[in-house]
């Protein structure tokens, strides 16, 4: 993994990475970036017609709205920004392609399970080379977990809650309502469309709303957090997402209590950006009870002794 292809990438004008957001291809076990010449991204997008990029500059949509309006495509394009901006903080872990496709499976398996078990170009987990307890999700079904959040975990079924509520935000499309900029709707009609046949305006325009979009959202994500009823409602949408995949959502409680022993008083990672462990606890003691899966946690032991 050359992270310092993403941090040059994450530097870049958000017109540049607009335009060579299609030129970044992820797998579940690796994260590639790289930007084209001119001719090649000429010759790879659309057209787009003077009305759309002058909508740029007069769009007054409220962003209330943008989720709604936004296709998976564009909602796509956005999240890999924002993967790439957070790729220019911290170094993909390359210990264990194993352990990196173990976690895929036990995504793969809680998504095709899900309400949305499809997205633009599906759901890929990577693990950043840190010791901070931490994990993001972009809007583009990037799932980022941290080496020292997986260090909490002690079973598959605890891996599958950290990954159910990294999933459940992604599902709830909470990063794409993080953005407060009102421009952003139009902005995004012209993703994957030649920005050739824009002006200079236009193109600044765009750059400055785009720009503005990825850095509130990992503002949200690295410094402010989401809403307390944001992580609360992706907390009961994880517990949903076990049991439908057949984990035992029971085994978010003994999960949050091994954050909330790990983490400590840090104030960083997810202690500065969730409520605290105990008061997520509270939020999901009685809705868990509402589950009733077969427990077979005891099939999946070798597995998860295998790996970690």
């Known amino acids: 993994m050359n992270t310092q ?3 040059g990438f994450a530097r870049i004008g958000a017109a540049a990475l607009l335009v060579s957001l299609g030129l970044l291809c992820w797998s579940c076990t690796t994260v590639a970036g790289a930007v084209g010449t001119g001719a090649q991204i000429a010759g790879a997008l659309g057209v787009i017609n003077t009305e759309t990029a002058g909508a740029i500059s007069r769009s ?3 962003i209330g709205r943008a989720a709604e309006e936004i296709t998976p ?3 796509y394009y956005i999240g890999r920004a924002v993967g790439a901006n957070l790729l220019s903080r911290y170094k993909i872990w390359n210990g264990s392609s194993a352990l990196t496709r173990y976690l895929n499976e036990i995504c793969n398996a809680i998504v095709i399970n899900s309400p949305r078990p499809e997205i633009f170009n599906g759901y890929h987990l990577a693990i950043l080379d840190s010791p901070e307890v931490n994990a993001f999700a972009t809007s583009g079904g990037h799932i980022f977990i941290t080496r020292g959040l997986i260090s909490c975990a002690d079973s598959e079924d605890a891996l ?3 990954i159910a509520h990294e999933i459940g935000h992604i599902q709830l499309q909470h990063g794409i309502k993080a953005i407060k ?3 952003i709707t139009q902005a995004v009609m012209i993703t994957g469309t030649s920005a050739a046949s824009l002006g200079n305006d236009d193109l600044k325009e765009l750059a400055s709303v785009m720009d503005e979009s990825v850095n509130e ?8 957090g989401y809403s307390r009823d944001q992580e609360y409602d992706a907390d009961t949408a994880a517990l949903s997402l076990m049991a439908a995949a057949g984990y035992d959502p029971s085994a978010f409680i003994p999960m949050l209590q091994l954050l909330e022993k790990n983490q400590g008083n840090s104030g960083a990672g997810l202690a500065k950006t969730h409520p605290s462990p105990a008061q997520r606890i509270e939020n999901v003691r009685e809705t868990v009870l509402k589950f009733k899966v077969p427990d077979t ?3 999946r032991t070798a597995r998860y002794e295998q790996f970690l």
């Open 5 to 7: 292809k993403y941090s």
């Open 60 to 62: 007054s949509e409220a």
């Open 73 to 75: 495509e564009q909602e």
């Open 160 to 162: 599958a809650a950290i």
């Open 181 to 183: 900029n009102s421009r």
């Open 217 to 224: 959202i990992i503002t949200t994500l690295v410094e402010k």
């Open 297 to 299: 946690r005891s099939y």
